[in-house]
């Protein structure tokens, strides 16, 4: 193995531990020292690849902000109707949530505002542009009532996702996340979808969120 690979398999180690620590304790509870440990390294060698606790904290909000957008440019290659590319955008992330110490970890350093000097917008605004243009898209297609801008809908689905995921982290560790996610697309398309079409989509909430995995 060169030394290039070498040094990023090290990275990806110890972003791996920074996360589970920070997920399990807390960023303010968690050192470079017991990453170090964590991993079998001294703390200078931890410093070789971060010179700071809030480096190391911005590179997993990275690496999560990454994955994340991975994820959904895969999802959103697939032609589906612009609702349900809502509704799958937000089931993936509500997985990761449940299983990927690394997204776990980020979201965790996103959400919470006095972790850093300056909060981290950049994630917040990519989410919100994605979600304005499908809701723009569900408008033209005529498959969500034209009474809410697509811009409001935005701002309002977002924030309304990051509540719940908080609110399932902090009573039941996250193991109810997807069916509470399932809820809230479900009085979403309540509310945004018109009668003639409800019992549709109401099944494909119902077929998205049918399988979770912990």
Not at 9 to 29: D, F, K, M, P, S
Not at 99 to 110: E, H, R, Y
Not at 163 to 169: A, C, H, I, R, Y
Request: net charge negative; with cysteine; aromatic share 8%.
């Amino acid at each position: 193995m060169g030394q290039q690979a070498r040094s990023k398999e090290t990275r990806e180690r110890l972003l791996l531990a920074a996360a589970e620590l920070i997920q399990r304790n807390g960023y303010v509870n968690t050192s470079l020292a017991d990453v170090a440990r964590a991993v079998e390294m001294t703390k200078g060698a931890v410093y070789f690849h971060f010179e700071s606790k809030e480096v190391l904290a911005l590179a997993l909000i990275d690496e999560q902000h990454r994955i994340s957008r991975d994820a959904a440019t895969e999802i959103l290659t697939v032609d589906r109707p612009a609702l349900q590319q809502m509704m799958l955008l937000c089931a993936d992330l509500a997985r990761r949530l449940m299983n990927d110490p690394i997204v776990q970890a980020g979201i965790k350093l996103t959400t919470d505002s006095t972790t850093f000097a300056s909060p981290i917008r950049e994630p917040y605004r990519d989410w919100l542009a994605t979600f304005e243009m499908l809701s723009t898209l569900a408008l033209q297609a005529g498959d969500i009532t034209r009474d809410i801008p697509a811009t409001t809908l935005a701002n309002f689905i977002i924030p309304a996702f990051t509540g719940v995921q908080l609110v399932s982290d902090t009573l039941a560790d996250r193991d109810d996340l997807y069916e509470r996610v399932r809820d809230m697309w479900r009085i979403l398309i309540y509310a945004l979808t018109l009668e003639n079409s409800r019992d549709d989509w109401l099944r494909i909430v119902d077929e998205i969120f049918s399988v979770r995995s912990r």
